[in-house]
């Protein structure tokens, strides 16, 4: 088709608008781009759609090469895209196409419904419907609007490799998530490093489109979870035991996130800090944050907290070493400690004499494996010990008493025996007819004596319903 004069005349005179255009893009990108523009054709499409730009269109198509230009500027500032961006455009051709029709899913085209953009045989081209040339044209200078990277990830991407945009977002987020395990390694004392499988978490989200799309921003969020378990790991490391603990489970110095295959069952809700949207777990010396496929960035905050999403559950759950007690029993041992001393110095104070406390807590707590309750050993100990002590500062204001019992107790020393399940006829009998806590005077000592099946229930019992007198 022969142009009219009047388009001829159009197109010389925007000449130096293309071949300025050009010249910035091809500085952008480092090497030379021609504009591929079929003239006839977008005269007779603009001329059928009776366009008032027909006859003079070639000044906003060099507008829309303009406006490319400055996108193609901002965007290759991350070396990512600019490699990338010169691998798909190998014809080093960028082009001008018009359709007739609106676009039919234009977030295929960089999401914009005015401007789009496509990768065809080595070429990058501007792609506008008819009806909506010379409209919002500045549209394509913003990433935002016309997104080239998005249309780059979508259908650029080679099989088996992460797509661009993916792997812009991960690049960007590395500086903050470096700075949260700087707080993890202060904190354990341990030079930590993350590690992730980025396509395996890639393709393990839910596909969603929009601001719920995850599959191409989560690097955006890594850093959350990594700044809220510093958080808690700070907290955690404060305690000089937790802190060793951790240390000598998490051997490789690592944190790690990964996606698990569905929604945690009740087993691994369990075993992996009590939450159901983030779980912990050190498996072959790796610290990993797991989080259920579309529980992605959800309740992140609950990580901070310790009782949260619990590591010192997963570790007492877990990883108890063979022969020790879980590290929660441990600390709160150490923190009755104090109690537990005065508790026995009260029951020496009763009867006039220094006594000692002789037991092994790992011991008592295994034979109290039938008990729901019996992580509570640290605390039950100062409580069973202190009704002694109330027992004895009563019964003992007899000196004929207090003299029985001295001869009874030539050791001066106080234990824990425990009794499998409930006392039996004869077990009550023998231990001061009580069904939930019983004495013995045994072997020169004196045994607080639990039956497993009542551990922990009506504790203060000894204090009066063991009527001492009638034990010796």
Known sequence: MALPLSLRKDIRDNEPKFAEAAKKISGVLGVEVTFD??????????????????????GPVAQYFAGLAKQLETITKEPLVKEELLRVLSAKKIGF???????PKREEF??????GVEFKDGALNVICPVAQFWCNMSNIEQPKETNIVDVMSRFCTPAGTAPLTLRVNEASAKAKWNDSLKVISTATGQPFTFTYDLMAIH?????ASGSSDYRQTFPLH?????ENIAKQLTTLCADAMVKEEINRVATAHQIGIRIHKAAFTNEEKANWGNNGYIGVAIENGILWIIVPPTSWWTNVSELANVKGVSLLSHLARCHTAPGTLPIPIR??????DAKRDAAVKAVGTALGVEMKLDWNPFAVWTELADHKDRDQLPHASVRYIEGLAANFATACKDDMIKEAVLEVTKNKTLKFKVVKGSFSADDKKKYGNDSYIGLSFEGGDIAIVIPSSNFWCNMDNIKTAIKVEKML
């Open 37 to 58: 523009v079929n003239n006839e054709t977008i005269y007779a499409m603009l001329k059928e759609a009776n366009n008032s730009k027909a006859e003079s269109f070639s």
């Open 97 to 103: 196409h018009m359709r007739k029709d609106a676009f």
């Open 110 to 115: 960089g999401g914009n419904s005015y401007i």
């Open 203 to 207: 393709n393990a989200l839910p596909v």
């Open 222 to 226: 890594f850093n959350s979870y990594l």
């Open 331 to 336: 600390q709160a041992l150490r923190e009755t």
